[in-house]
């Protein structure tokens, strides 16, 4: 189960690497719009940028479950090098993720006091500099919805170059637009939305570009409408992917709205913006080990499929996820090291100090993240999505029984992600160590869903109803794959 520095150890590391670089961009560029923001000085406007940032991501992300969907119909498609077949793919994608983008555009330009409400009370005065952010930022919906049919393409075909140097030099142009808008031109949070938006046509337009000059894409079949047994394939797929997404953001928005409710000064939001920025670092690269598992787990059963020898595929998820512990030790280690910069992202010693304490709770949290993450890319190695969906609702509902009693400040409000993500390694090693034998587990952890309409609070419970209505329809787990 330790690394030893053989074949299957070289292959994580050769994995890994550009995963982790390309996935480090986000949080990096979402660190430097935190940083030219917090040179504002203005906890305000901190707090009114980071809740809206958070609120476009999740309405962004529980539409976008394209590429989890197409990533495999690509990659069996060009493994066959049925190429046609490919651009079919690809080119139905591209107009389902225009058609989503335009809906994601006008929830965000018609309704964005409503969208940021969510987390914003009335009356806060973060909400005068979260509007005019989100707006900015809506205009980029349709272009960051291509993208990320772009990325999900190259990754389909084992490219995982052309989706760095395309996120690079996007981001390039974002990093250096931010100083100028910012605060040279004085457009404030409204000018770290426009460089935002600007990265994103760039990177829209770097990938479209390279899709048509690699004939992945043809001008005459660009944005195909997608033929009603096409759409429902990718609806069917893309539902579980939602689901999960859904309950995993509404976890950081439900914290997001406690935090800014109980301090409207915006100090307690500008500190929890700051903790969330350095910890979500740490968190990308534990995404890019995940995505490592979802390659080698499936590799590994493949070749055992053909010598019937399934214990070396067994082997490869044990070392994965002693590869996750290990990860997750350093980071918790290395982001204990960086609480001094906190210095660096904003002159209000009040933030800082607010800082400390979640910031501290959250490098604890890189442990147990480190196998959570690879855990889950385990599972999606599987293609128990199923399982991932609920497991990650039965944990968002842990959260909300135990959030209006820990969550009185904002170390309490950690407290609950801390208790949130115990949840998800609960299911995780329910999954590697039980549930993966011979044998159906059929979905009795269903009845625990009737909970928050008992404890939660009244908001939640549209929710919750909600998610206890998709999770019936997911009525067992998968069947066993190492045994």
């Avoid at 605060?183 to 426009?194: E, Q, R, S, T």
């Amino acid at each position: 189960m330790l690394p030893r520095g053989d074949y299957l150890d070289k292959m994580v590391v050769v994995l890994s690497f550009p995963a982790i670089l390309n996935f480090m961009l986000v949080p990096l560029v979402g660190a430097a719009d935190t940083f030219w923001v917090g040179k504002m000085g203005n906890a305000a406007a901190l707090a009114g940028q980071g809740a809206a940032n958070q609120v476009f991501s999740t309405t962004f992300w529980v539409l976008g479950f394209l590429p989890s969907v197409i990533t495999p119909l690509v990659a069996s498609a060009y493994g066959k090098g049925d190429m046609e077949g490919v651009r079919k793919h690809i080119a139905e994608a591209l107009f389902l993720a225009t058609f989503i983008g335009t809906i994601g555009m006008t929830l965000v330009v018609l309704i964005p006091q409503i969208l940021v409400s969510v987390v914003i009370p009335s009356g806060a005065p973060a909400m005068e500099y979260a509007v005019p952010y989100i707006l900015a930022r809506g205009a980029s919906f349709v272009p960051a919805m291509l993208t990320t049919v772009g990325f999900a393409t190259f990754r389909g075909t084992l490219d995982t170059f052309t989706p760095l140097m395309v996120s690079a030099f996007s981001n390039l142009f974002h990093i250096a637009l931010l100083p100028i808008f910012v605060l040279k031109l004085g457009f404030g949070v409204v000018g770290a939305g426009l460089a935002t938006c600007i990265s994103d046509v760039v990177s829209c337009s770097v990938y479209l570009t390279i899709l048509l000059r690699k004939k992945f894409i043809e001008s005459s079949s660009l944005f195909r409408v997608p033929t009603l047994a096409a759409i429902s394939e990718l609806m069917s797929a893309g539902f579980s992917v939602q689901l999960r997404t859904l309950a995993m953001n509404s976890v950081f928005i439900v914290g997001s709205g406690r935090i800014q409710a109980m301090d409207l000064t915006g100090t307690s939001a500008a500190a929890h913006t700051i903790a969330t920025q350095l910890w979500s670092i740490g968190g990308v690269i534990l995404l890019a080990m995940s995505t490592v598992a979802a390659i080698l787990v499936p590799k590994a059963m493949a070749t055992a499929s053909i010598d019937g020898d399934l214990v070396s595929a067994r082997h490869t998820a044990n070392r994965m996820l002693i590869w996750g512990l290990i990860v997750g030790c350093i980071l918790a280690a290395v982001q204990l090291s960086m609480i001094p910069l906190l210095n660096v992202f904003t002159p209000l010693e009040e933030v800082r100090e607010a800082a400390r304490v979640p910031f501290t709770i959250s490098a604890a949290m890189q442990i147990m993240n480190g196998v959570v993450f690879v855990g889950e890319g385990v599972m999606q190695g599987h293609r128990a999505f199923r399982q991932l969906a609920v497991n990650t609702v039965l944990a968002m509902i842990v959260l909300q029984l135990t959030i209006p009693i820990l969550g009185t400040s904002l170390p309490g409000v950690w407290c609950s992600y801390f208790v949130f993500n115990v949840g998800r390694l609960i299911g995780v090693l329910y999954h590697h160590f039980y549930q993966v034998g011979p044998h159906k587990v059929c979905c009795s952890l269903c009845p625990l869903f009737l909970f928050p309409f008992i404890c939660s609070s009244v908001t939640s419970v549209p929710v919750s109803l909600l998610l206890f209505l998709c999770c019936l329809r997911l009525k067992c787990f998968p069947r066993a794959r190492w045994r």
